[in-house]
């Protein structure tokens, strides 16, 4: 590592998680897994923030094996806090993608004072069935012929992945929709995964059920910060983009929208440059 690099670990609800830090400046904490985030987001960018990737709940197994059963939200804020609180963060970026996004917006909820602005990066307002269904006929309807055949070939192999590694289970399902997931449909994704631990109970049940239950749209429009909410316009997985066409008529000026045209599910990863400039002109706007 070199001097803009640390690593370590907090404890936090009976949970030992990971951190990695890289960069100087305002500090951007990306709620997720601290192994998988920093490979989208390529090194040597960003100038002017520190980028601080955490871990929660869903990407570390428990100090003991008796935890108790993970029965809400509330406590991944209350680890998201008491991680912020041992990172010595105060006024903070909070960054969360995909599902993510429906934890970044329930802690700036809860803890508004250590906020200072929202990263939302391809989400969907809900994780309902209803708009998981949507996002499938968006699919079959707009996707090529040869992105759906390259989606079923890969998803024809993801029962023996599971039955090989069944606590995996998430990654596999990730690796195998990367036709819905990437602007380039046959991208394999398996390395961006490689040594991520998995913890399947919490993670079915922040996804499955958590995210299913909350109004993300509704938050973003009652929200007190400005919030940039990041979409990849090839992005099936949790798409089409007019789910956010509330967001269109400019009724919500404290949202800046951002469309990436040639991404699907990462443009931070698949857009490096585009998606640097959009962020960055977004923190640190120039004055006119």
Known sequence: MNMNESSGTVHC???????????????????????YYPRL???ERYA????IFLDHRGFVQPLQPDAPELKG?????????CARQQLGLQDMILMGHSGHAF???????KYPQHVQKLVLLNTAPSNSRERQKQSAEAFERNASPERKNQFMQQM?????DIRREPGRRFAHMCIRAG??????YTFDAAHHWAGVQMNMPVIDFLWGEVFASLDLAASIRSCAKPVFLGLGRHDYLVGPLSLWDDFADGTCPHVRTAVFECSGHNPMFEEPDTFERELMDWLFPRQK
């Not at 036709?179 to 380039?184: G, P, Y």
């Open 41 to 43: 987001f390529p090194g």
């Open 73 to 81: 939200l509330d406590p991944i804020l209350e680890d998201m806090e």
């Open 179 to 184: 036709a819905q997931s990437f602007f380039d």
């Open 13 to 35: 609800g009976g949970y030992k998680f990971n951190y990695y830090r890289r960069g100087s400046g305002i500090p951007v904490l990306v709620i997720g897994s601290s192994i």
């Open 48 to 51: 002017g923030c520190e980028l």
């Open 103 to 109: 934890m970044a917006m329930a802690y700036a909820q």
């Open 156 to 160: 024809a192999l993801l029962e023996e």
